[in-house]
C-alpha cells in the first residue's frame, strides 16, 4: 500500500520560509517516474507546484514561486522536500505531495499538510 505522507506545514510571516517534507511508505522516490506538489487554496482548483524526475534531477516549477522553491529529494528517506523561501499570502494554501505511477500519471497523493503566510 502506497502512503505518501506530508509534514512541515504551518504559519508563517511573509518572507519567511518553511520546508515540507513527504515521507514515501511502499513507494520507492529513486525509481518512480516522477514527483511533485500541488497547492490548493481555499476556493481555487488544485494547481501544479513543481516535479522533480527522480532517476535524473530534472526539476520544473510553475513561474509563480520560480526563484522561491526548490524540490530536492533524498533516497536514503525516501522522502521528498519543498523548501519555500520568500514566501507571500498568496502561497497560502494546503500542499499535496503527489507520485506517479508506471504510466507516467499522478497516481498517488498525500493528505496534504497546510501553510499559511500571513501579510
Known amino acids: 500500500q502506497v502512503q505518501l505522507l506530508e509534514s512541515g506545514g504551518g504559519s508563517v510571516q511573509a518572507g519567511g520560509s518553511l520546508r515540507l517534507s513527504c515521507a514515501a511508505s511502499?513507494?520507492?522516490?529513486?525509481?518512480?517516474?516522477?514527483m511533485g506538489w500541488f497547492r490548493q487554496a481555499p476556493g481555487k482548483e488544485r494547481e501544479w507546484v513543481t516535479t522533480?524526475?527522480?532517476?535524473?534531477?530534472?526539476?520544473a516549477y510553475n513561474d509563480s514561486v520560480k526563484g522561491r522553491f526548490t524540490i530536492s529529494q533524498d533516497n536514503a528517506k525516501n522522502t521528498v522536500y519543498l523548501q519555500m523561501n520568500s514566501l507571500r499570502s498568496e502561497d497560502t494554501a494546503n500542499y499535496y505531495c503527489?507520485?506517479?505511477?508506471?504510466?507516467?500519471?499522478?497516481?498517488?497523493w498525500g493528505q496534504g499538510t497546510q501553510v499559511t503566510v500571513s501579510s
Open positions: 511502499g513507494y520507492t522516490v529513486s525509481s518512480s517516474r516522477c
Open positions: 503527489a507520485g506517479c505511477g508506471a504510466g507516467g500519471t499522478w497516481r498517488y
Open positions: 522533480i524526475l527522480p532517476g535524473s534531477g530534472t526539476t
